[in-house]
C-alpha cells in the first residue's frame, strides 16, 4: 500500500527536523564539525520532499469530478465557519489508494459534525478511543448509492443511530481526535456504493467545486435540528 510508505515517509522527515534542532542547540560542535555533510544530506531529502510534494500530489484531473453547481455535497460544518484543508486528495502523507478523494479538515475536539448530503445512516462505530489502529466513524448512504464517511469522531461522539435518515446540515457527530491521527480533524470522503474505492465529488458551497490542501474554506451548510 502506498499510505504507510508517505506517512512513514513524512514522519521521518519530522524526526529529521528534531534532530537538526537537536545537533545546533544541543551538539553545537558536532554541528560544526559535520556541518558540510549535514547540510548536504538535508538538502537532497528536502529538495527531493519538495519536488514529490510539488509534482505528484493533488487533484489530477480536474475533468474527473462533477460540476460544483450540480453537487448535491456541502462542507460538512456549520454555515459561516472558516476551517483549513490540512490534506486533500492525493496527499503528501495519506490519502491514496482507497482513500485517495479524502480530505482531512482541521477541527478542534468536540466540534459539531454537520451532515454533508441528506441520506440514511448505515453504520455507527464510535467505542474507540485515544490514538490507535481503529478510528471511530459515521458512514451514510445517498439515493445514487454512493456513500459518505466522517472519520476520527470523538468516543460516544455519534449523534445519530444505524437506519435513521438525516437531512443535510443535520448534525450527526462530535469531532475528535481517535484512531490514525497527530491532531484533532475531520477526515472526510465518498465511497461508490462497493465502498471499494473513494470517489471525486465537489462541495455545492466551494467556489472552485474542490477544496484545496493548505487553503481555508467557509462553509454554506445550514444547520439544522
Same mark, same amino acid.
Do not use: C
Given at each position: 500500500?502506498?499510505?504507510? !510508505?508517505?506517512?512513514?515517509?513524512?514522519?521521518?522527515?519530522?524526526?529529521?527536523?528534531?534532530?537538526?534542532?537537536?545537533?545546533?542547540? *544541543?551538539?553545537? %560542535?558536532?554541528?560544526?564539525?559535520?556541518?558540510?555533510? !549535514? +547540510?548536504? $544530506?538535508?538538502? *537532497?531529502?528536502? +529538495?527531493?520532499?519538495?519536488?514529490?510534494?510539488?509534482?505528484?500530489?493533488?487533484?489530477?484531473?480536474?475533468?474527473?469530478?462533477?460540476?460544483?453547481?450540480?453537487?448535491?455535497?456541502?462542507?460538512?460544518?456549520?454555515?459561516?465557519?472558516?476551517?483549513?484543508?490540512?490534506?486533500?486528495?492525493?496527499?503528501?502523507?495519506?490519502?491514496?489508494?482507497?482513500?485517495?478523494? %479524502?480530505?482531512?479538515?482541521?477541527?478542534?475536539?468536540?466540534?459539531?459534525?454537520?451532515? %454533508?448530503?441528506?441520506?440514511?445512516?448505515?453504520?455507527? +462505530?464510535?467505542?474507540?478511543? #485515544?490514538?490507535?489502529?481503529?478510528?471511530?466513524? !459515521?458512514?451514510?448512504?445517498?439515493?445514487?448509492?454512493?456513500?459518505?464517511?466522517?472519520?476520527?469522531?470523538?468516543?460516544? #461522539?455519534?449523534?445519530? *443511530?444505524?437506519?435513521?435518515?438525516?437531512?443535510?446540515?443535520?448534525? !450527526?457527530?462530535?469531532? #475528535?481526535?481517535? #484512531?490514525?491521527?497527530?491532531?484533532?480533524?475531520?477526515?472526510?470522503?465518498?465511497?461508490?456504493?462497493?465502498e471499494s474505492t473513494s470517489i471525486p465529488v465537489t462541495f455545492n458551497d466551494v467556489l472552485e467545486g474542490v477544496?484545496?490542501?493548505?487553503? $481555508?474554506?467557509? +462553509?454554506?451548510?445550514?444547520?439544522?435540528?
Amino acid at each position: 500500500m502506498t499510505w504507510p !510508505i508517505l506517512g512513514s515517509i513524512f514522519i521521518s522527515s519530522l524526526l529529521l527536523v528534531l534532530v537538526f534542532l537537536y545537533l545546533i542547540f *544541543a551538539r553545537p %560542535a558536532i554541528w560544526r564539525r559535520n556541518k558540510s555533510r !549535514i +547540510s548536504s $544530506f538535508y538538502i *537532497a531529502w528536502f +529538495s527531493s520532499y519538495f519536488l514529490f510534494v510539488v509534482f505528484f500530489t493533488g487533484p489530477q484531473d480536474f475533468h474527473h469530478y462533477p460540476p460544483r453547481i450540480d453537487s448535491p455535497y456541502k462542507l460538512p460544518w456549520k454555515s459561516g465557519v472558516k476551517r483549513l484543508v490540512v490534506q486533500g486528495n492525493r496527499s503528501f502523507t495519506s490519502h491514496r489508494d482507497r482513500h485517495r478523494y %479524502a480530505w482531512d479538515f482541521l477541527m478542534a475536539t468536540g466540534t459539531q459534525i454537520l451532515a %454533508a448530503r441528506s441520506g440514511t445512516v448505515i453504520e455507527v +462505530s464510535d467505542g474507540y478511543d #485515544g490514538i490507535g489502529l481503529n478510528s471511530n466513524f !459515521i458512514l451514510l448512504e445517498h439515493e445514487d448509492g454512493q456513500r459518505s464517511g466522517y472519520y476520527h469522531i470523538q468516543q460516544k #461522539g455519534s449523534l445519530v *443511530a444505524s437506519g435513521d435518515f438525516v437531512t443535510q446540515g443535520q448534525p !450527526i457527530a462530535l469531532s #475528535g481526535m481517535v #484512531g490514525q491521527t497527530m491532531f484533532p480533524h475531520l477526515h472526510f470522503l465518498v465511497f461508490n456504493k462497493e465502498e471499494s474505492t473513494s470517489i471525486p465529488v465537489t462541495f455545492n458551497d466551494v467556489l472552485e467545486g474542490v477544496p484545496l490542501a493548505g487553503r $481555508f474554506y467557509v +462553509s454554506g451548510n445550514v444547520q439544522r435540528p
